[in-house]
């Protein structure tokens, strides 16, 4: 719909006043042809055919059991500390892919893991192939100190042995056994009463006890214990309770080495709040609560992981399991990065290392096989940038602003309130090019935050504009967006912006000399070169500028006329330079039309820019034959007239 609508307008540039009026009515003239098809015809509603859904789904679907809390807590809390991160990328997120990763590449997952500061890690599930095994001890071997590995095994004798086996040697280590709960497992999968459940938990409870932190010969090792029920997300939460107090009495947990109670949204089942109520239903019922530590375990089925972990930790949680980007059985783990990344945009350090995301990225990527999603939050490639002209204007702006606030050492000054950015991307090693992306849709705001950021030249507003329509048309004849590379190209094309005197240039300025005659006379002598002749030229003015616009309109035969001028620095101290922005009118030869061209200029002294910028606008015009050089005899004559 939005395409309907002049380019022009949707750019709130101002109109050239007798295009306007016409240029409106060729459109709504345009519109109404589209739609003259129709007139008269009758389009009925669209009946929903329900072909493969249920009209009515509450005939095979039932809603998640609530918790009865009328008390409830969470809802007036905040998160204000990082929890205890689990990744089970190697074990939850891997056995989840369809090409699972080789040993090589588990390593240099494991390496990275390790690097962004994940104190535990679940690296296997060694009972389950020789490859998980042998991993197992490989990052046994090499964990720092204060890293723990922890293993995943179902509640079996000889799978608990030989994962006992697989972390012996370890710093610290934690077995992770788990067993099924929920009424639909225990009936359907299991066949298993509440009663057989606690006595198999217990069973494998002990047994996981008297081959660990009662073994003699394993006490170099730091042993914790974790115990999943088995889909806590819908499981009565009362048995949930019921059978961890029975796991908590078998193993006999200290406070200063809790039992870990990890309560999985194996499915997510509900919406955040009733994970989160049973949370808190847990955190309140358990007994002796210093002892326990209490861990989520959400996947995102519902596309609510995130928030169900946030959640879960305001319930009481101590403790996050996850994967980094959301990989995981079906649509994921919750998303590791996303949960730290939304704390630290509230001002608490989740205890993680994300300043370089892309080589997070890469790892995962390369490990994975599964792409980050250009929209995933903080990772995705799109997720930084700005497109649509409004954006890229508040953004712009609020750069500005907050440059401003920093040299003036307002009390904002190192606060972070950028207009659509949530986070500072350098925080996480992404660059500001990223930032504002430039197609067809984009205003003035877009391509001169390019030339900014690509050549310190801070446009005055009338040549953004001016410049953005040379960039929409660009974009649009290409059909794409265009990269920061041809903006800046396409700029220097336009103002005949080169960095040095252009060897191209007509005219060039070799040397001049201004003195000042009264207080409001001014004399130029200035020595050009034009097609390899060496000319003095000469004008008076008031100014340097207008001295130097007299001694060319007489050269030229033509009357230059500044419409608009102004300067900024570039840089500050010993190495900052000048950029002088000039918008020049004349009447264009071929038609004595009278016409404005802008034209811009860098020097490291203000005077040598002004003139610069003069004489390059005059140089484009030239070479866009607006202008022409003094050839015939009449204009020799007026050219030499001028010289003397
Ligand atoms: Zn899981």
């Not at 953004?464 to 700029?491: M, W, Y």
């Amino acid at each position: 719909m939005l395409s309907f609508i002049p380019s022009s307008v949707k750019k709130k540039k101002p109109l050239p006043k007798r295009l306007s009026a016409k240029m409106f009515k060729n459109t709504f003239v345009k519109l109404a042809q589209q739609v003259s098809g129709r007139a008269g015809k009758s389009i009925p509603p669209v009946k929903l055919a329900y072909k493969n859904m249920l009209k009515d789904p509450s005939t095979k679907y039932k809603p998640a059991e609530t918790v009865n809390l009328p008390n409830r807590q969470w809802p007036n809390k905040t998160i204000t500390k990082a929890p205890r991160w689990l990744t089970t990328d190697l074990r939850d997120g891997n056995q989840s892919l369809p090409d699972p990763m080789t040993v090589e590449q588990k390593k240099e997952y494991f390496h990275k893991l390790v690097e962004i500061g994940f104190k535990e890690i679940e690296v296997a599930f060694p009972s389950a192939s020789q490859t998980d095994f042998d991993f197992t001890r490989y990052a046994v071997e090499h964990a720092p100190d204060d890293v723990g590995i922890q293993a995943l095994v179902q509640s079996r004798e000889h799978l608990i042995k030989r994962t006992v086996e697989s972390l012996t040697g370890a710093k610290k280590a934690t077995v992770h056994t788990y067993l099924a709960t929920s009424d639909v497992f225990r009936d359907v999968v299991f066949n298993m009463s509440q009663e057989e459940a606690i006595a198999k938990a217990v069973e494998a409870t002990k047994l996981v006890r008297k081959l660990t932190k009662d073994d003699p010969n394993q006490q170099m090792t730091q042993w914790s214990y974790e115990f999943s029920p088995e889909c806590f997300s819908d499981t009565p939460v009362e048995f949930a309770v019921e059978i961890c107090e029975a796991v908590k009495k078998a193993w006999e947990p200290t406070e200063e080495n809790p039992i870990i109670f990890n309560l999985p949204a194996t499915i997510e089942v509900s919406t955040p709040n009733v994970y989160a109520d049973k949370i808190e239903y847990f955190s309140t019922h358990i007994s002796e609560r210093n002892k326990v530590c209490i861990s989520t375990h959400c996947h995102n089925d519902r596309g609510c992981g995130v928030a169900a972990t946030e959640l879960g930790m305001m319930a009481g949680a101590d403790r996050v399991e996850g994967c980094v980007f959301g990989n995981g059985e079906r649509t994921g783990n919750v998303d590791l990065i996303t949960l730290a990344l939304n704390m630290y945009t509230q001002g608490v350090s989740p205890q993680l290392d994300i300043s370089d995301i892309n080589s997070i990225i890469q790892v995962s990527e390369k490990c994975n096989k599964v792409p980050i999603h250009p929209r995933a939050p903080y990772g995705g490639d799109l997720v930084v940038c700005a497109f649509s002209g409004s954006h890229q204007d508040a953004i712009k702006k609020g750069f500005t602003i907050q440059d401003q606030r920093k040299k003036d050492n307002h009390p904002l000054g190192s606060q972070w309130r950028i207009p659509y950015l949530p986070l500072d991307p350098k925080d996480i090693g992404r660059d500001y090019e990223a930032v504002i992306r430039v197609n067809s849709q984009s205003g003035k705001g877009g391509a001169a935050w390019v030339v900014l950021k690509s050549l310190g030249l801070d446009l005055p507003r009338n040549m953004q504009i001016e410049f953005s329509t040379k960039v929409q048309n660009k974009a649009d004849s290409l059909g794409r967006e265009l990269h920061s590379k041809e903006i800046t190209e396409l700029f220097r094309q336009t103002y005949n912006f080169t960095a040095t005197s252009a060897a191209m240039d007509p005219i060039r300025l070799l040397d001049y000399s201004i003195n000042k005659e009264s207080q409001e006379k001014r004399n130029i002598t200035a020595q050009i070169e034009v097609n390899g002749k060496v000319i003095d030229i000469k004008g008076t003015g008031n100014g340097p500028l207008s001295c130097f616009i007299n001694a060319l309109s007489k050269y030229l035969n033509v009357e230059l006329e500044i419409s608009t001028y102004s300067e900024h620095a570039i840089g500050s101290g010993k190495s900052a330079q000048a950029a002088s922005y000039i918008h020049l009118g004349f009447r264009r030869d071929s038609d004595n039309e009278k016409i404005y061209r802008w034209g811009v200029a860098v020097a490291e002294d203000v005077s040598d820019a002004s003139l610069n910028s003069i004489l390059t606008t005059v140089n484009n015009s030239l070479q866009k034959q607006e202008l022409v050089l003094p050839v015939s005899n009449k204009a020799a004559a007026a050219a030499a007239a001028a010289a003397n």
